[in-house]
Antibody, heavy 121, light 110 residues
Framework: QVQLQQWGAGLLKPSETLSLTCVVY????????WSWIRQPPGKGLEWIGE???????NYNPSLKSRVTISLDTSKNQFSLNLTSMTAADTAVYYC???????????????WGQGTMVTVSS | QSVLTQPPSASGTPGQRVTISCSGS????????VYWYQQLPGTAPKLLIY???QRPSGVPDRFSGSKSGTSASLAISGLRSEDEVDYYC???????????FGGGTRLTVL
């Protein structure tokens, strides 16, 4: 059974960098894109970006200058770094998986448990 | 404010059929597949529909999706109390080069 388990700091100060990691259990990276999605409290979902098993990335243009998604196949995990955090970045951050084919662009079938990240001085 | 427009709320009575709409444009729904998610409070979204009208294994056939032009709909038949949660649509936007979501619809079972 495929599971995603995520972890990382939940409280940051303005200007700090968010670092989250998502460990993949029960599946290899091949054949999928591995994504990050966030949800501000009481609001809707926002796609942050994704990485393929070969390391190819796609980022949300609105966040591209601050985002890095990386892969560590030896540890079966992928990570999100988001720099220059502000209060507007306060959200629940989810990792998720989708099949690689283009027609599955929004088909996230497995999700992590979510991490609440609060940015406050 | 969201690129895809959903009604903020919808309602129905037990056993009834309800539909939730998702309106977009030629650069997203008009030219790409639509996906639907169900989200229970405090939990990660669950994929309900992919590629406009396909159900993942394990999703009841009470849930169905359709698309016409630049709009899509999620239909829920035989409404149950446990359906009273939030629903989101999503599609890739070719102009923005981003996956966009609707603002979400909260379904109330009266």
């Amino acid at each position: 059974q495929v599971q995603l388990q995520q972890w990382g700091a939940g409280l940051l100060k303005p200007s700090e960098t968010l670092s989250l990691t998502c460990v993949v259990y029960g599946e290899s990276f091949s054949g999928y894109y591995w994504s990050w999605i966030r949800q501000p409290p009481g609001k809707g979902l926002e796609w942050i970006g994704e990485i393929s098993h070969s390391g190819s990335t796609n980022y949300n243009p609105s966040l591209k200058s601050r985002v890095t998604i990386s892969l560590d196949t030896s540890k079966n995990q992928f990570s999100l770094n988001l720099t220059s955090m502000t209060a507007a970045d306060t959200a629940v951050y989810y990792c998720a998986r989708r099949p690689s084919s283009w027609y599955f662009m929004g088909a996230f079938d497995i999700w992590g448990q979510g991490t609440m990240v609060t940015v406050s001085s | 404010q969201s690129v895809l427009t959903q009604p903020p709320s919808a309602s129905g009575t037990p056993g009834q059929r309800v539909t939730i709409s998702c309106s977009g444009s030629s650069s997203n729904i008009g030219s790409n597949y639509v996906y639907w998610y169900q989200q229970l409070p405090g939990t990660a979204p669950k994929l309900l529909i992919y590629r406009n009208d396909q159900r993942p294994s394990g999703v009841p056939d009470r849930f169905s999706g359709s698309k016409s032009g630049t709009s899509a709909s999620l239909a829920i038949s035989g409404l149950r109390s446990e359906d009273e949660v939030d629903y989101y649509c999503a599609a890739w936007d070719d102009s923005l080069s981003v996956l966009v979501f609707g603002g979400g619809t909260r379904l109330t079972v009266l």
